[in-house]
């Protein structure tokens, strides 16, 4: 089964505040990890269902946008 993550990709200018400051954490405590994503907000963690469920999952998720 794929494994789907439902997240709000954010503006570039907050994206790039972001990365800057994750990149100064990054120096300062060694956690390098931090700068594998891009600056998002998860709406869900990482979950699977059947590809056959996808269109369903899309459809849902454009009505969601939509309101």
Do not use: D, V, W
């Not at 789907?4 to 907050?14: C, D, G, H, N, V």
């Not at 972001?18 to 998860?42: D, F, G, N, V, W």
């Not at 269109?55 to 454009?62: P, R």
């Amino acid at each position: 089964m794929p494994l789907y993550f439902i997240a709000i990709m954010l503006p570039e200018e907050i994206s790039m505040r972001i990365k800057s400051l994750k990149l100064e954490i990054a120096e300062k405590y060694e956690a390098k990890h931090a700068l594998k994503l891009p600056a998002h907000i998860t709406l869900q963690i990482p979950f699977k269902i059947p590809e056959t469920e996808e269109e369903k999952l899309i459809e849902a998720l454009q009505g969601f946008a939509e309101t």
